[in-house]
């Protein structure tokens, strides 16, 4: 998976340009609020995930334009492909000129991973991030996944809706019947699709955490859910029920999973340094990279977002020896450490443009 062209217009403070990254390692660096990110976010954002910011579209437009255009040209190992995608009152996507019908159908056709340091979220926060993040990457394996996590969002609204108003309305809960047997459907695949890529996960990042760590450290992961005290979901929202008519909400199902990432037996968010807990983060990544590749058949591209400067020599050595034969894209302040280990291109950034390019 290459990129080749990507162009921009009326996107957050960046001037309009269009420019060419090289197949290898491609650095964007300036000073702070120059506009490295917003590169970064321009590019992620074709792989029809969210902005890795947590953005909303309005803040993806220029203050001076009504709309933001973004443009892109990448080579996949069958094809050479063209994407738009304009954000005004929404965003909306055309790939290789037949219009999509949202910028979630871009999912699985530009493979992508993205790190920045928000990313770390993920080991020290809770759930809902490590949710957020083994979902993502799921989705990008089998796209169709996305349909079944807006299935499930929309029958756990339904039900929390109905858990308020069934005290007062009995005739309700033959719906809540029917919204139960639903989700525990969608529920029960969602769970097992998480199980089914952390089992996947292990070996890869056992392998990656040791390289990483000079083999002093093991890393594992377990999936924690909500009802493994029942036989299924369904008998955990049955056998709840009362207990979430009082409350409100709905106290079981994959809304409610965690995933414990441990170091040798111990509990990462709990007992971690910030060490341990940054190097759990890359690993994280670059196992999804790599998953992502053998599930695809496309290398993904690679996105660090101004995360080199907080990594110790030898873990920015590692890092760059893993990705070598990948296009990677880093932002950074600094570029000469990393620009002397890897080659590549090296674009300049100043107040929203490209000044120089080497």
């Not at 809960?173 to 998480?194: H, N, P, S, T």
């Not at 199980?195 to 594992?220: M, W």
């Not at 008519?245 to 414990?260: E, L």
């Amino acid at each position: 998976m290459i990129v080749t062209e990507v162009g921009i217009k009326g996107f957050r403070n960046l001037s309009e340009t269009v420019f060419e990254p090289c197949g290898e390692i491609n650095i964007f660096h300036g000073e702070n609020a120059q506009g490295k990110t917003n590169i970064a976010e321009a590019i992620w954002l074709f792989s029809g995930m969210k902005s890795f910011r947590g953005a909303k579209d309005s803040e993806l437009i220029n203050y001076n334009s009504q709309s933001a255009r973004l443009s892109i040209k990448f080579q996949n190992s069958i094809r050479e492909n063209s994407a738009q995608i304009t954000v005004s009152n929404k965003r909306s996507a055309v790939l290789n000129g037949v219009k999509l019908p949202s910028c979630v159908s871009l999912i699985g056709k530009l493979s992508a991973v993205v790190f920045s340091p928000s990313f770390l979220s993920v080991v020290e926060s809770g759930p809902s991030e490590r949710r957020r993040f083994i979902d993502a990457a799921v989705c990008q394996i089998k796209p169709s996944f996305a349909a079944v996590l807006s299935e499930y969002s929309k029958l756990l609204k339904q039900r929390n809706s109905l858990l308020k108003d069934v005290s007062f309305e009995s005739s309700l809960l033959d719906i809540l019947d029917v919204i139960d047997e639903k989700m525990a459907l969608a529920g029960e695949r969602i769970a097992r699709e998480r199980k089914d890529y952390l089992s996947v996960c292990v070996p890869p990042a056992k392998e990656i955490f040791s390289g990483l760590s000079s083999g002093k450290e093991e890393v594992d992961f377990i999936y924690k859910s909500s009802y493994e005290s029942f036989s299924s979901l369904k008998d955990a929202l049955k056998n709840n029920r009362k207990t979430d008519i009082i409350a409100g909400i709905t106290s079981s199902g994959p809304h409610r999973d965690d995933i414990d990432i441990l170091l040798n037996g111990v509990s990462v968010k709990s007992f971690g340094s910030q060490g341990q807990k940054r190097s759990c983060a890359v690993v994280l990544k670059l196992t999804e990279a790599h998953i992502l590749g053998e599930k695809t058949g496309e290398k993904p591209i690679i996105i660090l977002d101004d995360v080199m400067s907080e990594l110790d020599a030898s873990r920015q050595d590692f890092i760059l020896n893993h990705i070598k034969n990948r296009q990677v894209f880093i932002t950074c302040c600094d570029p000469s450490s990393v620009y002397a280990a890897s080659g590549g291109k090296k674009f300049e950034i100043k107040n929203g443009n490209i000044i120089k390019c080497i």
